[in-house]
C-alpha cells in the first residue's frame, strides 16, 4: 500500500508539473502574441501617419504649383520643415527635399537610348570633384542602356556584372532610386557616399538642375575653375538676405560664376533652370517611445503630385 501511494504520489507531482509547464508555455505564447499584434498595429498606424503627412507635402506642393509654379527656391513654404504634430502617444514631423537640385542620373542616357554629351561632360566633372574617376560615367550608362555592348574601358555589361562572386545583371533601364548605383562598376562601397548627396534618380531624363536648390558641390561642378568653399559661402549669403535666381543669367552675373566662359555657359544652360519637380519626403513617425522613418519620392507634373517610390529604411 505504502509503495502504491508513493507511485501516486509521484504521478501526481509529474501532472502538476506538466500542467504548471503548459500553463507557463501558453502564457508565453499568448504574451509573444500581444506584443506581436501591438507591434503590428503600430507598424500600420505609423504608416497611416506617414502617408497623411506625404498628403500633406503634396497638397504644399500642388498649392506652390498653382501659385508660385515658374520658380522655386528655398524660401518657399514647402522647403520649411513641418512642425512636430502631436497624435496620439507620439508626434509626426518630417522635411521636403528637393532632389532637383541635383545631378539626375537618368539625364546620362535620352529617350532614344543614347547617351547624352553634355549630360556626361557635366557628369564626369562631378565625379573628378568628389575623388572619383571621371570615366565612371561609362558605367553608368552602360547600366542604363539597352544593348550588351561597353561604351568604353571603364563600361561594364552583363558579361561583367555576372563574373562577380555574387554574380546578377544589369537593369538595362533607368534608375529607379539612387541606391541602385551601389550596383554599378567603380561604385562599390565607401565610394558611392562620395556622390550620393549630389546625385538624384528622377522618372525623366529632361529634368533640369534646379539652381536654386543645388548644392554648392554640384554647382562648383560646373567648371573647374570654380572653388567649392567660394560657391559655398556667396550661397550661404543669399539664403540669409533670401535671395534666389530668377533665371540662368542672374547665375552667370555674380562671382565666381563669372569665371565660367561662355563655351562651358552654353553647354550647360540647357542642363539647368529654375523649376523644381522632383522632391523627397523625409517622414519621421514616434509612436510608444519608438522611432520609425519613412521616405517618398514626390513627382510634381502639370499641377498635380505623385508617388513614384515609397521606402521604409531608416534615412
Excluded: C
Amino acid at each position: 500500500m505504502k509503495q502504491q501511494q508513493g507511485i501516486a504520489l509521484i504521478t501526481i507531482l509529474v501532472m502538476v508539473a506538466l500542467a504548471t509547464i503548459l500553463a507557463a508555455t501558453i502564457a508565453k505564447r499568448q504574451a509573444n502574441t500581444a506584443e506581436n499584434t501591438a507591434y503590428l498595429m503600430r507598424q500600420n498606424q505609423s504608416l497611416l501617419y506617414a502617408k497623411s503627412a506625404e498628403a500633406f507635402f503634396s497638397e504644399l506642393l500642388v498649392d506652390d504649383a498653382k501659385n508660385a509654379g515658374d520658380i522655386d527656391h528655398l524660401q518657399e513654404n514647402w522647403a520649411k520643415p513641418m512642425p512636430a504634430f502631436p497624435v496620439e502617444d507620439g508626434f509626426v514631423s518630417g522635411t521636403l527635399q528637393d532632389e532637383s537640385g541635383k545631378f539626375n542620373l537618368n539625364s546620362l542616357v535620352n529617350n532614344d537610348g543614347a547617351a547624352n554629351p553634355q549630360a556626361k561632360v557635366w557628369f564626369e566633372k562631378l565625379l573628378i570633384r568628389v575623388g572619383l574617376p571621371e570615366k565612371l560615367s561609362e558605367a553608368v550608362i552602360d547600366w542604363q542602356d539597352a544593348d550588351d555592348e561597353t561604351i568604353g574601358a571603364m563600361g561594364a555589361e552583363a558579361s561583367y556584372y555576372q563574373g562577380l562572386p555574387q554574380g546578377y545583371l544589369p537593369s538595362n533601364s533607368k534608375f529607379h532610386s539612387v541606391e541602385e548605383l551601389k550596383l554599378v562598376r567603380g561604385f562599390e562601397g565607401q565610394k558611392y557616399l562620395q556622390i550620393a548627396d549630389y546625385v538624384s534618380a528622377a522618372p525623366t531624363s529632361d529634368t533640369k538642375v534646379n539652381i536654386n536648390t543645388a548644392p554648392a558641390m554640384v554647382l562648383a561642378s560646373l567648371d573647374p575653375k570654380l572653388d567649392v568653399n567660394a560657391v559655398e559661402q556667396v550661397l550661404q549669403q543669399r539664403q540669409a538676405k533670401l535671395e534666389h535666381f530668377s533665371n540662368i543669367s542672374d547665375l552667370w552675373a555674380i562671382e565666381p560664376f563669372t569665371q565660367v566662359n561662355a563655351d562651358v555657359r552654353n553647354e550647360v544652360n540647357n542642363l539647368l533652370g529654375v523649376q523644381s519637380s522632383y522632391f523627397k519626403a523625409k517622414i519621421e513617425v514616434l509612436l510608444s517611445e519608438r522611432k520609425r522613418q519613412f521616405s517618398s519620392d514626390l513627382v510634381r507634373k502639370d499641377k498635380t503630385v505623385y508617388v513614384a517610390y515609397r521606402s521604409m529604411a531608416p534615412f
